[in-house]
């Protein structure tokens, strides 16, 4: 029994996480792909009545804008976060004297929810009041930046404040990553005549290929969890042009009464995070030697 | 010496020099890009922090981004124990507290369930971890309007609804994928040998985590308590969804401040209110950050 | 492996043995690690298992240790088989390459963890702390944490946790591999020490074949999880059973140079062929296994030691040949010269004050004597 | 002893001020009162909160909704009955019929009122008017006019925020102005898809798209408040709001009817939004105890005043004196009882009176689409009639 | 130091030198890494740096490559002062101890690299790159990446990183440190050859004394950032200045053994005091220095090599003495036994073959015409 005990006790202690897990992770997404069948709509019915909410969800435009959103929200956020975050890492990484508080700086966005920073982002984003009014005051007359109140270039705000948030802790993950290069090959380099932003281009960077992977990966589910940023910044506005799937899903569940339909985006949702985070698991964890 | 030589000397004098302005060019560069970068993170702190301290006629009248013409401390007061939250207007300070009786706990369970599951994961992996960590760190990936209706359902069978335990359980749950991949990361860059010894000397597994590998964690504790602390003291969804009255926490609060829908906006009581709602997760980063990028080295980025 | 030892290993089960290893096979899932392995050491007795990296000698003493359960096959150690035992019930100690000190602890606490844990008593504690410090000299660093410690002393910190427990079998893993060539050299004559006044039984893994030549009371050499001799240093160095064993074991390595035998009478010649000079042709004293008579290519196993310059006063006539230095390594002690022969990169150590140029052709005195024949198909010694 | 906790958004100062008065009453009868606001969105948020309540078998025992969600909730079978207290305090007697209708769940109440909005509202800054020779206009012929005068004068002529739900306000007034009592009530309360495909609606949209002339570039995204502020401040001439924005008015110290006019473009009829109190099941005679108490004190004629004065709305009951309120209060409350005789008293779509969430929600993606776009008034219609069509 | 070689130390400007270091300090903040270091090579010269951990032996070479600046003195590579010029610049090459491969790059890619930055055309790029690679036996490696290596082919990978190169320097920072023992001893050969061939100018660091004394043609030997001897391998093996270069240099160490030393006469005498057993008395046929007369304490310096059993025929009479064998480690081509002489261990070579048994007395053969003589306080050579 005792024996038993023993050679079990590293199961048993992840048995409780486990079972957390699969009771509040795969039962509620079954659960929720099976409600996506439904027609519920303020509470949860469980009356199957086939594909219905997906042949809705195909036809609402509004579903359509925020699946395009996804599509250039998620890629420029992961661009300039990814770029922005390497190049305040590889700049930080020159031997700053004042890096500490630098640091602190650009990794604070990422401790402030966007309740907190929303209202201020709509300020300065907002022609009115913001950027382009300050230029103006100061005598550039013709100074436009006018991106929020555009329904075309709305979505692209998003993404200035998404990135806001986000490149410090990129930041944080490249400064790490470059702090732990092995020196000898940087030294190896110098002495092999190569300049130090060759040396970044062509050896450090693309060492980094776990990180940028590490990156992508946060970088992607913050992308599709996108919520508060949305909500705070231009509350899907102007129209519904800066929805993304997260909002369409809880504006069609919470303030819409139409849970059916939200759970048939929330399964179409997992399906796309499923897509971009398999393959990285299975990156990740195939046996290595090591 | 030659004059041949004098004159390589003063060649290598102006080598040197012209070398050393470049230097002084790049570094110059530098900074002031290293500064303009600074600019733009701080802006919205700067708006925040400059609109509190205006009265709000000021702010009716003036331009949102000019420096007060006054600096008026009052709206701060007002935010920590007079703004109106509801019917009762003691401003954030009762709800402050919940935050506080919630989020520690939290993060100090979830914290340890990931380290101890990171221990397990890293140090006694047996068929099929791998593939169970896997389906963990999933969990980190659902977006948690999904789960807010199944998880009302299910906080309702197990009767904490509504309580601080209840909140407490969903954020430690949906916190145990990130905590366990931190900790696991930082556990598989220390040698199985260690873990071997301990067992010839005797020491089973919890004698062996917490003898062992307790001690040698503090800096990937401070990553994921960082992560976790930052993660739940600044949840609104879970908190507004999972709460009732007595049990709201901090954002429920700052959100019934800012947005309130048909009254009269107190711009800069909202803003010393967000200020204040976020000081503790700017403090743990203003003195933990050092050791966060140092986490961060030691572990959970895989160089 | 000879019929005769193959037996000697097969039936290793008297009372006397402290350490009898049967059969054991190991796989990890579908790759098999260990192959068939039979070993056995009597109390008191020094066995150094040696081979290439990854040839399995460290999933041998986990097996022994019951770090990793074995596939097939049984453990006994003090007579007492050890399926199913837990590392801590099987009264062993181990020392790890990398020490595996317990970083948040220090040194005194190190050594005592393993008490600690086992709840002997405080006093107890102390005084066998007391006395394994002082054995292994490190009373001074008790209070220090592993990190402020250098590598010798580390490894003295390692030694002593074992020490402390007092167990049946020492299991050694590489413990001098992390250490700088000075240091290996010290710490190697202290485990000898040890060993000689403890008498402990003793099982050590390294692939440095001079700490296995000096230290062990026994060698088994391994291959591919496969036992490829075992027998005293004596009998590996002299008699190597294959020309993987005659060429791992040694340093710098036997050499191996193409040649072939010719029985001429009652007499065996070997003569090694070179395409830029004359054939070197060298009497045999010994039966060749397998030549009866006519001519036979073999590889002839002769040491660097065996081959010196010619003004060594040992050499019977005859055995004496020119050819052409390639490299000449003064080690201080002695000197290494490189040259040709059939191909074949050959290494023969000479005297240190012996005066030879890199380029230039010199005499050298082959010792037969000592040599080993090798079939060049199998790699089996046939003489 | 009743016991109460109360999901709500009330949460500015005036609001809190204003529910104050019912927590006060309600203690004051012996009750233990436990707030539980939840702002933003519009409600939104505290929906959610709801849905998880109610979800987790704890629902609050009293809930701020209103329209057609009162009967949604009730279909799900969340509702109890305050028929008792109601028959008591003759309700019947003291509630416009219209009103009823969105309290009674099966012909019996399960909730009460505490107020009733105006939605269509024209407020207009009266010193920008007195400039430019303006009446407060009364039609949208009449605005249209003066924007345009305005317009002349370099005077932006509409302050607007541009969020969906203001769109969705601006909507409604020009339904109602346009078409009149019995086109809004076929095409936004009854959705008829003649209604909806018809002419009118095409100019509809196309006084949507002058409209959207008469609004600045920055309009995105802008808190109503702060369009309101533009009024007041004398950068714009009128806002189409609800009667909350008379508070921002009144918090900076301007004098209704003297510094500024209210109007309404609806030619008699009148677009209201009662919010009430919804009593969900509840477990425990102190929370049902808590249920009647909650739902007789807010009829109570004492708070009906107290709180509508300051809120800026009016009572739900019919027999609260109106002296002590405003100039537009009291005109509010006339147009009230005209509205009531004619039959033009009409539920606001955009606050949620009218439609149910999904239909109200995608009639306003329509609406807001059109209006962030240069989309065709004929596309608008016929992507509303498809819509429309697709969410029932 | 002795005088004589401080002066030749400290004016090595002359213009054959390929490298000439003056007088260089280095200090990481109030620290003094190295003092008045002052070296000089000869166009393929092969300098090898020893010394223990952390004496400074890799700052020094980062000095000379310019990955660090010195605090004081001048650094010259083929005549040219190297301060402030960049290490590309520098027109030399650097193999480390980890290898430092390009980990995204396949291996011919690392080795051309340097090339392709420098604009060096695609043709003698392939060119350079099939030379070294069939030098170094990489070619059929070139499109593997680092990870896909062995040790021994990550080294050569970085060997030939630096051969294409084709510098005025070579710089190697214990290019061999992280190969297990027998591939050491391979590559050391290998380096070797490479340095034979191309007569390049080299400068080494190791902290493995053998490898300094097989490879090099001059030797540094430093210490906490001092130099303590410079000189070919055969003066610090044979005469070191002072203890600590006995004791560095040399597997096993030096012997330093405690003896008084005694003028009787022409004749000199060293005696070694034991308390168990009789006084050993050795004559000794050279001048100690600040010996006139009477009596010295001083230390003998005996290599393992120079006592052996005293069947040895080289052995002058009157050298064979009796000692307690403490330990005895037959090292396969050698028997190492281990005595103890004035409290201090000490270590014979014996032939292979010598049958000699620990615990017991046996005689030994001291042969003193190889024996350095130190002072006791100061360490340094007297004889
Ligand atoms: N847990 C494991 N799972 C799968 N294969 C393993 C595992 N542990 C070891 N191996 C494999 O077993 C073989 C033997 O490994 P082992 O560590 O015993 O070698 P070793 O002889 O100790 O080598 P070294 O001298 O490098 O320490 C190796 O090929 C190794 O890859
Ligand atoms: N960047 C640095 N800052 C401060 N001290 C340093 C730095 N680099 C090296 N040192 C110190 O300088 C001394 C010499 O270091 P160095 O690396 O040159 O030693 P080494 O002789 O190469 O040793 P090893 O054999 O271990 O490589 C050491 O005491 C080390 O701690
Ligand atoms: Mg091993
Ligand atoms: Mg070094």
């Not at chain 1, 380099?189 to 940028?212: E, H, K, L, N, W």
């Not at chain 2, 019934?256 to 700017?282: F, W």
């Not at chain 4, 369009?227 to 189409?240: K, L, R, S």
Request: hydrophobic share 45%.
């Amino acid at each position: 029994m005792t024996d038993w005990l023993e050679k079990h006790v590293p199961k048993l202690v992840l048995a409780p996480s486990l079972i957390a897990i699969f009771v509040f992770v795969y039962g509620f997404i079954g659960w929720t792909a099976y409600v996506s069948f439904t027609k519920s709509r303020l509470l949860p019915k469980y009356d199957l009545v086939g594909p219905i909410q997906y042949e809705k969800l195909a036809a609402s435009p509004r579903w359509e804008v925020a699946l395009t959103n996804l599509a250039i929200f998620g890629i420029l956020f992961i661009l300039f976060a990814t770029v922005i975050g390497l190049i305040l890492a590889i700049m930080l990484d020159q031997k700053i004297r004042t890096e500490g508080p630098l640091r602190t700086i650009y990794l604070y966005p990422m401790a402030l929810s966007f309740i907190v920073t929303g209202t201020a982002w709509k300020w300065i984003l907002n022609p009115g009041l913001g950027i382009e009014s300050v230029f103006r005051d100061m005598g550039f007359e013709n100074f436009t930046f006018d991106w929020l109140v555009n329904p075309d270039l709305a979505i692209y705000t998003v993404v200035i404040a998404g990135v806001w948030q986000s490149s410090g802790f990129v930041m944080a993950l490249f400064l790490a990553g470059l702090r732990s290069v092995d020196g000898e090959i940087i030294r190896a380099a110098m002495v092999d005549g190569i300049s130090t932003p060759r040396i970044y281009m062509s050896i450090i960077i693309p060492s980094m290929a776990p990180i940028f992977l590490s990156s992508f990966i946060v970088l992607s589910h913050l992308a599709i969890k996108s919520f508060d940023l949305v909500i705070a910044l231009t509350g899907g506005g102007p129209g519904y042009a800066t929805d993304l799937p997260a909002t369409y899903m809880y504006a069609m569940a919470f303030s819409r009464g139409d849970i059916g339909q939200a759970a048939s985006s929330a399964t179409v949702m997992m399906m796309i995070v499923t897509a971009i985070i398999v393959p990285y698991l299975y990156s990740e964890l195939r046996p290595r030697h090591d | 010496m030659t004059d041949l030589s004098m004159n390589d000397h003063q060649l290598d004098e102006r080598a040197n020099r012209n070398r050393l302005m470049k230097r002084i060019a790049l570094r110059l560069g530098l900074y002031t890009l290293l500064i303009l970068f600074a600019l733009y993170y701080l802006m919205p702190l700067f708006v925040m922090v400059v609109t509190s301290l205006k009265s709000l006629d000021e702010i009716r009248t003036g331009s949102l981004l000019s420096l007060p013409r006054e600096i008026d401390f009052s709206s701060w007061g007002k935010a920590w124990s007079g703004a109106c939250t509801g019917i009762q207007c003691n401003g954030l300070q009762p709800y402050f507290w919940n935050s506080v009786l919630l989020s520690i706990p939290a993060v100090a369970i979830s914290t340890l369930l990931g380290a101890i599951n990171g221990y397990v994961l890293a140090q006694w992996r047996f068929k099929g971890s791998n593939i169970l960590f896997a389906l963990m760190l999933f969990g980190c990936f659902i977006p948690f309007q999904v789960v807010l209706l199944p998880m009302a359902i299910t906080l309702g069978a197990l009767k904490i609804a509504g309580t601080i335990p209840g909140l407490m359980l969903v954020h430690i749950v949906y916190g145990i994928g990130f905590t366990t991949l931190f900790f696991r990361n930082f556990y598989v860059t220390i040698p199985q040998e260690l873990v071997k010894a301990a067992k010839v000397d005797g020491a089973g597994f919890f004698r062996i985590f917490f003898s062992i590998f307790l001690p040698v964690s503090p800096p990937i504790i401070v990553v994921t308590v960082i992560w976790q602390f930052t993660q739940i003291w600044n949840d609104f969804l879970f908190g507004v969804s999972f709460s009732q009255a007595g049990t709201q926490p901090i954002t429920v609060a700052l959100n019934n401040i800012v947005n309130a829908t048909t009254g009269v906006k107190e711009y800069n009581v909202d803003m010393a209110a967000a200020i204040i709602a976020a000081l503790p997760t700017l403090l743990v980063y203003v003195v933990a950050g050092k050791y966060f990028i140092r986490g961060l080295t030691a572990g959970s980025v895989k160089g | 492996m000879s019929n005769a030892m193959k037996k000697e290993m097969a039936t290793p089960q008297t009372a006397k043995n402290i350490l009898a290893i049967e059969n054991l096979d190991k796989s990890f899932g579908s790759v098999k690690i260990l192959k068939d392995i039979n070993v056995a050491i009597e109390p008191g007795d020094f066995l150094v298992l040696v081979g290439p990296s990854g040839c399995g000698k460290s999933t041998l003493l986990n097996c022994i240790a019951g770090l990793e359960s074995s596939t097939n096959g049984d453990i006994r150690i003090g007579g007492r088989s050890m399926t199913g035992v837990s590392p801590k019930d099987r009264d062993i100690a181990m020392v790890f390459q990398s020490y595996a000190l317990y970083p948040t602890m220090t040194v005194g606490k190190n050594i005592t963890f393993g008490m600690k844990v086992r709840g002997v008593a405080e006093q107890e504690q102390q005084r066998k702390l007391d006395e394994v410090a002082k054995l292994l000299q490190i009373d001074h660093l008790l209070n220090r944490k592993p990190s402020q410690l250098s590598g010798g002393q580390r490894q003295r910190v390692a030694m002593g946790r074992a020490l402390v427990r007092d167990p049946q079998l020492f299991l050694f893993d590489e413990p001098l591999s992390n250490l700088d060539a000075k240091l290996r050299v010290e710490m190697r004559t202290e485990i000898k020490r040890l060993h000689q006044t403890l008498g402990a039984s003793i099982v050590y893994v390294t692939h440095d074949q001079i700490e296995a030549m000096t230290l062990a009371t026994k060698i088994v050499v391994m291959k591919d999880g496969v036992i490829q001799q075992a027998g005293t240093p004596n009998e590996i160095y002299n008699q190597p059973a294959n020309m993987f064993v005659a060429d791992f074991m040694g340093s710098p390595s036997m050499n191996l140079i193409p040649a072939s035998a010719e029985k001429q009478g009652d007499a065996t010649k070997i003569s090694i062929t070179r395409p830029d000079m004359e054939d070197i042709v060298l009497d045999f004293d010994r039966e060749i296994e397998g030549l009866k008579s006519g001519k036979k290519s073999v590889i002839l196993g002769l040491r660097p030691e065996n081959i010196t310059d010619s003004t060594n006063q040992h050499i019977t006539k005859g055995q004496i040949a020119d050819c052409r230095v390639d490299v000449v390594e003064p080690a201080g002690s002695d000197t290494f010269v490189v040259t040709n022969l059939a191909g074949k990169q050959v290494t023969a150590r000479l005297n240190a004050d012996a005066t030879i140029i890199a380029g230039e052709t010199a005499s050298f005195a082959f010792d037969l004597s000592k040599a080993s024949v090798f079939e060049p198909e199998t790699g089996a010694r046939i003489a | 002893e009743p016991q109460a906790e109360v999901l709500h958004w009330w949460t500015s100062g005036g609001e809190a001020a204003a529910v104050k008065v019912l927590m006060e009453e309600f203690e004051a009868n012996g009750g233990t009162w436990t707030d539980m606001p939840v702002a933003g969105g519009g409600g939104d948020a505290a929906m959610t909160a709801l849905r998880a309540r109610v979800l987790s078998g704890n629902a609050p025992t009293a809930v701020q909704l209103k329209g057609p969600s009162i009967q949604e909730w009730y279909e799900e079978g969340a509702l109890g009955s305050i028929q008792d207290v109601a028959e008591a305090e003759n309700w019947d007697e003291l509630l416009p019929e219209a009103i009823q209708y969105h309290l009674k769940c099966d012909g019996e109440y399960c909730a009460a009122p505490v107020n009733i909005h105006r939605i269509d509202w024209i407020w207009s800054n009266a010193s920008i008017l007195e400039d430019a020779g303006i009446e407060p206009p009364k039609t949208w012929d009449e605005f249209n006019a003066a924007a345009e005068k305005l317009q002349g004068m370099g005077i932006l002529p509409l302050a607007h925020g541009g969020q969906a739900w203001q769109d969705a306000t601006l909507f409604e007034a020009v339904v109602v102005g346009l078409g009149g009592p019995e086109f809004y009530r076929d095409a936004l309360v009854d959705l008829d898809q003649d209604a909806l495909t018809s002419e009118t609606m095409v100019q509809v949209f196309d006084q949507m798209r002058t409209l959207r002339g008469y609004v600045d570039d920055n309009f995105s995204g802008r808190d109503w408040n702060l369009a309101t502020a533009m009024v007041i401040n004398g950068e714009a001439a009128f806002q189409i709001m609800g009667d909350w924005a008379k508070g921002e008015f009144i918090a900076a110290g301007k004098e209704p009817g003297e510094d500024f006019y209210c109007s309404s473009p609806s030619r008699g009829a009148y677009l209201y939004n009662v919010d009430s109190f919804a009593f969900f099941n509840v477990d425990g005679d102190d929370r049902q105890a808590g249920q009647q108490l909650l739902a007789k004190l807010t009829m109570g004629k004492n708070f009906q005043k107290v709180f509508n004065l300051n809120k800026g709305s009016i009572p739900a009951r019919l027999d609260v004196s109106m002296d002590e309120f405003e100039f537009c209060g009291r005109q509010s409350n006339a147009e009230l009882g005209d509205a009531i005789e004619n039959g033009s008293l009409l539920p606001s779509y955009a606050h949620g009176m009218a439609l149910r969430g999904a239909q109200a929600g995608a009639v306003t993606d329509v609406v807001t689409a059109h209006f962030n776009s240069d989309m065709s008034s004929e596309d608008a219609v016929a992507q509303l009639s498809q819509a429309v069509a697709a969410s029932q």
